[in-house]
């Protein structure tokens, strides 16, 4: 048996951050991982997609220089395309380093499956690890639907669609959350028939109804074909193409035949074969139980990161590994804070969010006005042949800003900057008088919030009895 | 004669926000302006010029798309490319509307030279115009230098350059900073081959010395010769072509042959020909005179904008144009602040700044230390093959940040960020722990934060004995 300080399980954004803050400080930590370090965000996430994003990126500026007068025919030699994006996940894992930083830092690495055997045990290929703390840190896993036909297919989910070959003639994507939708412009963008299957009423349910509406519709003239309020009933292999077959919203069934098939249906914690149930942890189907210091039912136990089922973002999961380390080691033990949980869906247009939507301030009956500023109208827009989207602040009583929501080039660039706001308790005044650069996209942010300070000035104007200044 | 509350003369940046600021509550306001409603930063400026680094921005993307495995061939239309540039600075002034924006609000506009006849008198077009408070927000104009025979040349400036029918195949830029280095990017990769005269020892002398360094050579390796130390003497035309005669740094003089030439060397403030000096208004070559209020030398005459020789950037136009419309409506007045002066040069990668350089940090002899991270391992660098640059965060005692510098995409929304963080106190601790989206651009905000979070840590471990926990 090997005894640790720590026993971290799961090499992800959330276990890394943990392993690595506590083995810096002196601590001894053990780290295990069933494949690679990294996890799903580097490996079939957030990483291979910006990739893949850039690319058909590329691929759209190019199919519209003309605009621009610069003329260009083209091809698209997709299996370039592909290899580049492997290419490039490996090179920002190589650049990374993270597994010598982990070792150097004096985290001991084990590979293999883990199961708990006691509340401070974990065995691992062969051998007995033994923590006084242990962090549960083992991330999701794609939701693959049942009863649908799937084993019978051979379908992808995010851990294999950036394996493939080429771009597929078509493609079929079951789900229109962050990944099915990031995935439908990428490959419509470099050739693919898209058709994205979503059974709710809208795409990116979580995010602001309104311009979720508003990317459907842009995705849509690009040529992305989604189905809202659709079931998908049953998916066929037939000779070298994939049938799906679902109910629409009027009840009929429609058979749709695609080259490809992308399952994008949610994602699930891995708590699965772990042993939880032996030693007290409890856990259901959306992730590990754990109160506001990220403390399993098991005190001594941890859980973060995507596995504890409340945000599936690596930089939420980094948030919490960073607080379970606190929480660990110090004996005054914080509360976990989201900071209004900013995400970003990497679309062109970017669709990003921190805080409340404007649904969700109906929702609690705050009051609350919602600020709003097309890009049409924002000067960088226009000059980039890029001035599609929507700027919305939600803020409350005394210019607070409640959240934002935005649809726009570059727009997880200004949730980063509204995160800042939020945090300092600063208001639209403040948005409104700090000079941004000009002609930045955050500029836009600026005249966002321009309205408010303008009502501000009539205010005091009002309150002060200025208006006897308007005779001298 | 006409009696108004404010006469503003100028109606660019700083003097549309004064104007439509103290007419929006209700004061009487009359606006003067020689040429265009917008100055020169909507006409002949930042809008253009953003506008022809997009489309440049577009031909490199194309250039190099085969990396992509986007194999496209191709031919510029510059008349085109020129085209679209005007059209896109004209469609950002139809969009904004300030003309009827203004009027709407009450400001009268009077289209002439203004020239003051006394402390509270404008003499424009035949009309007197009589102001409680004047504000000159004249603006500034491209300095044309003397004795170097330039006004035998057919040269442009930046109030030219966006005129030109076409792309020229040689292109010499005489300065090398903010303006000069945009169009010198621009235009390169728009097909001409670009030579930059600089007589100074670096481009972009106000930025910081490495980074501008950094970018220099980035120019070159796309093209462009850049000759520092350098001093032209003489320009002549031939037939068809321009002849630049310059002092090289070695002694030798050579001459170099460009097809057009863009004079980019510094801009002087529009100060000549208002009769200044019978009302008592002091100024020189490098701006009117005005103290930490914006008032001039007369009380009541204010200048904002680049007529006062601070800054010349639109976005600190209306900084000090807000702070004129409160000091000349508001009984206690308030001092100008620049809030760090955040500025962009507009070239890909952008160079940004905000507060202070390294080399301002050394000279002014403050304790400080520079958190330095490489866009090279910054993921979202790597997956858009865009990973030139450097992050710079200035931070003195605690963490505090004294300033930034970044060359980088989408630097101009990473200063944006930078700005709040200053403006709330916040240190190298709130830049490293708030959830930046991942994988945005500023995210590497975060990670050059980092390292003072880490060695916080390790402080307070030491500090407060926590040492002892190491061997429970």
Redesign the interface.
Known sequence: MKKF?FVVIGGGAAGIVTAM?AA????SVALIEKNRIGGE?SWTG??PS??LL??AK??R??GR?S??????????????????VRE?TQ??AD??QTKSLLENSGVEIFFGTPRFLSANEVAVNGETLRG?DIVIATGSSPVRPPHIGLEGVKYCTNQEIFKLDEIPASLGIIGGGPIGVEMAQAFSRLGSRVVLFQSGPRILPKDDAELAGQLAGILRGEGVEIKLNIKVKDVAETSRSIAVNALEADGSMTETTVSALLVAAGRQPNVEGLGLEGIGVDYNSRGIKVNEYLQTTVPHIWACGDSNGKYQ????A??EA?LTLQNM??PIKRKVD??G????T?TDPEL?HVGLTEQEAIAQGLRHRVYRQQL??I??A????EDKGLIKIIAGDGGKILGASVLAT?S??????I???R??G?GLD?VS???????????GLQRAADPWL?DL??KW?VRFG??I??K?
Not at 67 to 84: C, P, Q, R, S
Not at 313 to 316: K, L, R, V
Not at 341 to 344: E, K, L, Q, R, Y
Request: contains cysteine; glycine residues 8%.
């Open positions: 300080r803050g810096g400080m002196g601590f965000c957030c990483v910006k990739a850039s690319a590329e691929a500026r190019i220089s605009d621009w007068g610069l003329e260009h025919g083209g091809i698209v030699d997709t299996a370039k395309v592909m290899g580049k490039l090179l920002t650049r990374a006084r973002f690596s930089h939420i980094e948030v960073r080691l110090l989201y900071f949980a900013p995400w970003t990497f990003s049409a109208h000067d960088r226009i000059e980039e042949q570059n997880a660039e200004m949730v980063n900057e995160l800042v706001h945090q300092a600063f403040k008088s700090l000079p941004h650069v000009y002609p930045s996209w955050g500029y303008v000035g009539k104007f200025l208006e200044l308007r001298l």
